[in-house]
C-alpha cells in the first residue's frame, strides 16, 4: 500500500459542516473560479509527497471531526505581504466522517490514517445531525 499521511485542521468560526460547506462554496463562487477551494496557511508541510500521495483534509467542528475533503495539490501563494504561503488545494466535496473529539490546536497537524476517523456510509449522509450535545457525549464514550 502506498505511504500517505492526512492533513487535520480546526474549521474556525463555522458551526457545522452546513456552514463550513456554505463558506466554502460562496469563496468558489467569489475568489476561486477554477471550482476548488483553498486553504492557505503560513506552513509548507514537509511531509508533501505523503500528503499529495491520497491524503485529505479532516475538518474539527466545535470540537468534533465531522468532516473531510481530499487533497488535491499545494500551491505557491504570496501575500501582500510578500511572504510565501501554502495553499492547500481541496476538492469541493465534504465527505462526512464518524465523530471524534479533537482538543483545540493551533494551524494544520498531521493525521496518520490510523487514527483518521472511518467515513460515514453515505446513505448515513442526509440523515439529520444528533445533536449537538448527544452527538459530544457519544464521542467521548467512543460509540460514534
Not at 487533497?71 to 481541496?90: F, M, P, S, Y
Not at 465523530?99 to 442526509?126: M, V
Amino acid at each position: 500500500m502506498d505511504k500517505f499521511v492526512h492533513l487535520i485542521k480546526l474549521s474556525v468560526g463555522t458551526d457545522s459542516v452546513e456552514d463550513l460547506a456554505a463558506w466554502q462554496e460562496m469563496r468558489r463562487r467569489s475568489v476561486y473560479r477554477d471550482g476548488l477551494n483553498r486553504h492557505v496557511t503560513r506552513m509548507w508541510p514537509k511531509r508533501e509527497a505523503e500528503v499529495l500521495n491520497g491524503g485529505s483534509i479532516y475538518w474539527v467542528i466545535k470540537g468534533l471531526v465531522q468532516a473531510r475533503q481530499r487533497i488535491v495539490r499545494l500551491d505557491e501563494v504570496t501575500g501582500d505581504d510578500g511572504i510565501r504561503r501554502c495553499a492547500i488545494v481541496i476538492d469541493p466535496e465534504l465527505i462526512l466522517t464518524q465523530t471524534a473529539q479533537k482538543r483545540p490546536f493551533q494551524g494544520w497537524r498531521y493525521l496518520s490514517p490510523a487514527d483518521a476517523p472511518p467515513d460515514l456510509p453515505r446513505r448515513r449522509a442526509h440523515e439529520e445531525a444528533l445533536p449537538e450535545d448527544l452527538n459530544r457525549a457519544l464521542a467521548e464514550i467512543g460509540v460514534l
